[in-house]
């Protein structure tokens, strides 16, 4: 792994690969971190990031973020915005698991409170969240309704009685995205996502238990502005998407966009890569399918979150409300949006790309709810299960990253040589030594998930405020997890 | 890129998965020569790379290494739940990927763990593929591992190399 030659310092925390690094490109790309992570970003995000920045209609750069690594097509922690006249969707922009997200909910708890039953939550929770891979969901609904979460996503959970009117305030785009027509997907997307509401994953998914250690308070006045109101207080962070619905929905418009390429007359610089002009038949389908698959999401982490709460109720033999289980923000790393955003001193509508990437809103923007006009839209970096996770703020200066920043540590290992160097088994006893709990639903997978397999969050979260795409407000430390 | 050469970063870390090696014997007319093994591809990603002496006994080993990314013991997988499947696509390369995504497909809406029992590959264009399948629901005790979401098109390629058939497949979990 090293950086091209090619690659030079911008200004601080920001670096540049100039047109011509490879053939076709049209803009520059745009490399945000310190030395150290941008040294240790495999060749293959520099390439990727320069195949993207040849797709036609790409604006200003094509952009890395800190925690960038090799994905397919575009890298993950790669944000591509397009001029929706003449610019291109590509699944490959987006990733599989489209809209995978995470979802941060405080607690009145206290962890001197809450440690004497620990075990006894994450077991409740791991026994009434289901998770891991075939896991089927609590929620029954037939097609019909099904279709009703395609169109209205955490609407929908809300309406059937899974969470209230703030969790949809705090999510982003109000938990629905307009633009879905459960017409443009397929009968077996809708057969394959049907039974999984209400379900966790496996992979890289997770629900943590995690504390606020006096220490990770970097700014008490905005954590405070989020519900982040003291030491030692317990709050819940869980990750996960649209499972395997948007998979689907992701798998059969790569395969037609992979048939229909030729026809568009773009240029196939890789075909993982593929893409459809966003005007045509083909993009616009896409689009109202992948929000159809974006909401499935929203939907689910809602009641994720609505279970949770009862989960907790039910352990402390308490109202909900009064355990004070508030949704903190709902944001999401891997779609692809209509924007309005500021370039080059006026307003633009833009398709933003963003895979393994988090929209970044500044304080005063008219899409933020109320509560964070002042502060800026949470943003929620979810680190390894061993090194805890990190609540951003977005910034004025995001601008010039269309308010995008990091979504996670980013791995620096493979899931192969994760599984070599340490059992899940021995994982787990590792991580209790440490007052971190394991539920995991696969040793394997429990092992591709170790801390030395990702970046630092601590890294990625500074070179972030560095290169001014958001601010640390507050570091969470894990204690209890529930591993998809 | 010549679709007939090895894309880089395919032919490094071999046998490194500890799935690595497991022999298929599965496929119309593999053979011993059938075989397929993961190696190492994008940092968040499986890899594998499938063999056999015919395109059929190669779509018949990559659903094999599917299988055996998915659960353990895969050799042990029952037969009491059989299918058909019919696909077609314009080109071989995206019939693989269909292949691989109705057998996806299969585990998650059905909730069915399958492998190739007979698998016959005509072509092309369009290239059509007809294969029985056998195996069991998912449950009773047996252990999943990855919860592999998609076949991608991030290095795929199937074609002749060296006196047999292959085909290069990354599976996004």
């Given at each position: 792994m090293a950086a091209p030659s090619a690659l030079q310092p911008l200004r601080a925390g920001v670096f540049e690969l100039p047109v011509g690094f490879r053939p076709g490109?049209?803009?520059?790309?745009?490399?945000?971190?310190?030395?150290e992570l941008v040294a240790a970003m495999d060749d293959q995000v520099f390439v990727q990031a320069a195949n993207v920045a040849a797709l036609p209609g790409l604006v200003d750069a094509s952009l890395v973020m800190p925690d960038a690594h090799w994905g397919y097509g575009f890298p993950i922690g790669g944000v591509a915005a397009m001029d929706p006249e003449e610019g291109v969707i590509s699944p490959g922009g987006i990733g599989f698991d489209i809209n995978c997200g995470m979802r941060?909910?405080?607690?009145?708890?206290?962890?001197?409170?809450?440690?004497?039953?620990?075990?006894a939550l994450l077991d409740a929770l791991a026994e009434r969240i289901p998770a891991g891979t075939g896991a089927r969901g609590f929620v029954e609904l037939d097609d019909d309704e099904f279709r009703e979460v395609l169109r209205d996503g955490a609407r929908w959970a809300v309406r059937r009685g899974f969470g209230d009117a703030e969790d949809l305030a705090r999510t982003e785009s109000g938990g629905c995205y307009p633009d879905a027509d459960p017409a443009c997907v397929s009968e077996r997307a809708i057969e394959r996502g049907r039974h999984q509401i209400g379900t966790l994953g496996a992979g890289n998914h997770y629900l943590e238990i995690q504390v606020l250690r006096p220490e990770g308070l970097r700014d008490a006045r905005t954590a405070r502005a989020f519900g982040l109101e003291r030491a030692g207080q317990v709050v819940v962070m869980f990750h996960c998407g649209s499972r395997g619905f948007g998979h689907q929905v992701a798998s059969d418009y790569l395969r037609e966009f992979l048939r229909r390429m030729p026809s568009f007359g773009l240029p196939v610089i890789e075909r993982d890569l593929a893409c459809a002009p966003f005007r045509s038949d083909e993009g616009q389908a896409y689009f109202r399918a992948m929000s159809c698959a974006a909401n499935m999401s929203l939907a689910n982490r809602q009641v994720i979150a609505h279970r949770v709460r009862e989960v907790f109720a039910d352990l402390f033999g308490r109202d909900p409300a009064t355990l004070g289980l508030r949704t903190v923000?709902?944001?999401?790393?891997?779609?692809?949006r209509l924007e309005r955003l500021p370039v080059a001193g006026r307003e633009r509508t833009l398709l933003v790309h963003r895979k393994g990437a988090t929209r970044a809103l500044p304080p005063g923007h008219p899409e933020l709810p109320e509560a964070y006009r002042e502060t800026g839209q949470p943003v929620l970096v979810g680190g390894s299960m061993e090194t805890g996770s990190y609540v951003l703020a977005g910034v004025s200066t995001g601008a010039s990253s269309f308010y995008s920043t990091a979504h996670g540590s980013?791995?620096?290992?493979?899931?192969?040589?994760?599984?070599?160097?340490?059992?899940?088994?021995?994982?787990?006893?590792?991580?209790a030594e440490r007052g971190i709990h394991v539920r995991a639903a696969s040793w394997a997978g429990l092992a591709e998930e170790a801390g030395f397999a990702y970046k630092s969050v601590e890294a990625v979260a500074e070179a972030t405020e560095v290169a001014g795409l958001s601010r640390r407000v507050a570091h969470l430390v894990p204690v209890g997890n529930v591993k998809g | 890129m010549s679709r007939d050469e090895p894309r880089t970063g395919w032919a490094t870390g071999r046998g490194t998965d500890p799935r690595a090696g497991r022999r298929s014997g599965s496929g119309s007319g593999s053979g011993d020569r059938t075989s397929f093994?993961?190696?190492?591809?994008?940092?968040?990603?499986?890899?594998?790379?499938?063999?056999?002496?015919?395109?059929?006994?190669?779509f018949a080993a990559a659903a094999q290494a599917l299988l055996a990314a998915t659960v353990e013991e895969p050799e042990r997988l029952g037969a009491g739940v059989r299918r058909r499947v019919v696909l077609e696509e314009p080109a071989l390369d995206l019939l693989l990927l269909r292949w691989l995504d109705e057998l996806i497909w299969l585990r998650d809406a059905r909730q069915l763990l399958m492998r190739a029992e007979h698998v016959t590959v005509q072509g092309g264009p369009p290239w059509r593929l007809e294969a029985e399948l056998a195996g069991e629901p998912i449950g009773g005790g047996r252990r999943l591992l990855a919860d592999v979401k998609a076949a991608t098109a991030h290095g795929l390629w199937v074609g002749e190399r060296d006196g047999g058939w292959e085909a290069r497949v990354t599976l996004d979990v």
């Open positions: 490109m049209r803009v520059p790309v745009r490399v945000y971190g310190d030395a941060l909910v405080r607690s009145d708890l206290d962890w001197a409170e809450l440690e004497p039953r620990l075990d923000y709902d944001v999401a790393h891997n779609n692809a980013g791995r620096t290992m493979s899931r192969t040589q994760a599984r070599k160097r340490v059992h899940g088994r021995e994982l787990r006893r590792q991580m | 093994e993961f190696v190492e591809g994008a940092t968040s990603d499986l890899a594998f790379v499938a063999r056999g002496p015919t395109p059929e006994s190669v």
